[in-house]
């Protein structure tokens, strides 16, 4: 399988998860909230148009890192076998432990650093306030805002050894997982950086930087918890 190959169905399987994940979180957050915090059908409409300029941007992740597995730069490895199942534990929590800790700072460094904010992350905070963010909204950033986020997956091949199937189900997962944490719920999933967590950001934009997990905005003092099931910004 050449890198070429894999540009098409990365945009499909982002495309399919993202519509399933939101239309499912939709239903759940119009039964569980009512209607006012769905966001407009023209809100909507901006999220995907934005994606949609964004994720062929970020399909050239995969892609790049799919020729540099194939040409033996990484330390990706095909078979668990060839590890074996102990060390294949420990390089996962390895992996899993160097994406969010360099994504989180990536994150953060996107707000901190203010022509960075300005010109590339911006954008995604147009949709600040519960009534405009949704799953939808999770891929609604500027092509290069999206590559720095997503990078960390690709770098973590150069340096940790890595499962390839592993790896590409992480960046499947990803995909649903960033779809999961705009839809304005708080699941109190512990210790998830799930939708209660993550619409805080949106509003302070001083916390929560975290992919999967709260840890990393634990351990750097940035966590904000929500106060209540239903995190109300209007």
Same mark, same amino acid.
């Given at each position: 399988?050449?890198?070429?190959?894999?540009?098409?169905?990365?945009?499909? *399987?982002?495309?399919?998860?993202? +519509?399933?994940?939101?239309?499912?979180?939709?239903?759940?957050?119009?039964?569980?909230?009512?209607?006012?915090?769905?966001?407009?059908?023209?809100?909507?409409?901006? !999220?995907?148009?934005?994606?949609?300029?964004?994720?062929?941007?970020?399909?050239?992740?995969?892609?790049?890192?799919? #020729?540099?597995?194939?040409?033996? %730069?990484?330390?990706?490895?095909?078979?668990?076998?060839?590890?074996?199942? +102990?060390?294949?534990?420990?390089?996962?929590?390895? #992996?899993?432990?160097?994406?969010?800790?360099?994504?989180? %700072?990536?994150?953060? &460094?996107? !707000?901190?650093?203010?022509?960075?904010? &300005?010109?590339? /992350?911006?954008?995604?905070?147009? #949709?600040?306030?519960? /009534?405009?963010?949704?799953?939808?909204?999770?891929?609604?950033?500027?092509?290069?805002?999206?590559?720095?986020?997503?990078?960390? /997956?690709?770098?973590?091949?150069?340096?940790?050894?890595?499962?390839?199937?592993?790896?590409?189900?992480?960046? *499947?997962?990803?995909?649903?997982?960033?779809?999961?944490?705009?839809?304005?719920?708080?699941?109190?999933?512990?210790?998830?950086?799930?939708?209660?967590?993550?619409?805080?950001?949106?509003?302070?934009?001083? !916390?929560?930087?975290?992919?999967?997990?709260? %840890?990393?905005? %634990?351990?750097?003092?940035?966590?904000? !918890?929500?106060?209540?099931?239903?995190?109300?910004?209007?």
């Amino acid at each position: 399988m050449s890198g070429e190959s894999s540009f098409t169905p990365l945009l499909d *399987f982002y495309g399919v998860s993202t +519509f399933i994940t939101s239309n499912g979180m939709f239903i759940f957050a119009e039964w569980d909230h009512g209607n006012d915090v769905i966001p407009s059908m023209k809100t909507k409409v901006l !999220h995907i148009r934005d994606s949609m300029k964004c994720l062929p941007w970020l399909a050239t992740l995969p892609t790049f890192s799919e #020729y540099a597995v194939e040409n033996g %730069w990484t330390k990706c490895f095909p078979r668990i076998s060839d590890v074996g199942l +102990f060390a294949y534990f420990l390089y996962t929590i390895a #992996y899993i432990v160097f994406v969010e800790l360099v994504t989180c %700072w990536i994150h953060r &460094k996107l !707000h901190d650093i203010k022509p960075l904010y &300005k010109y590339l /992350h911006a954008q995604h905070h147009n #949709y600040n306030k519960q /009534h405009e963010i949704s799953p939808l909204a999770g891929m609604a950033l500027h092509p290069l805002d999206r590559v720095a986020q997503g990078a960390p /997956h690709t770098m973590a091949l150069f340096l940790v050894p890595t499962h390839l199937t592993t790896h590409l189900t992480f960046v *499947f997962l990803g995909a649903i997982w960033t779809a999961n944490i705009h839809d304005c719920i708080d699941e109190k999933l512990w210790p998830l950086m799930e939708g209660g967590y993550h619409i805080i950001h949106h509003s302070s934009n001083r !916390h929560n930087y975290g992919l999967y997990t709260i %840890w990393m905005d %634990w351990m750097f003092g940035t966590l904000s !918890h929500p106060v209540s099931r239903a995190t109300n910004l209007n």
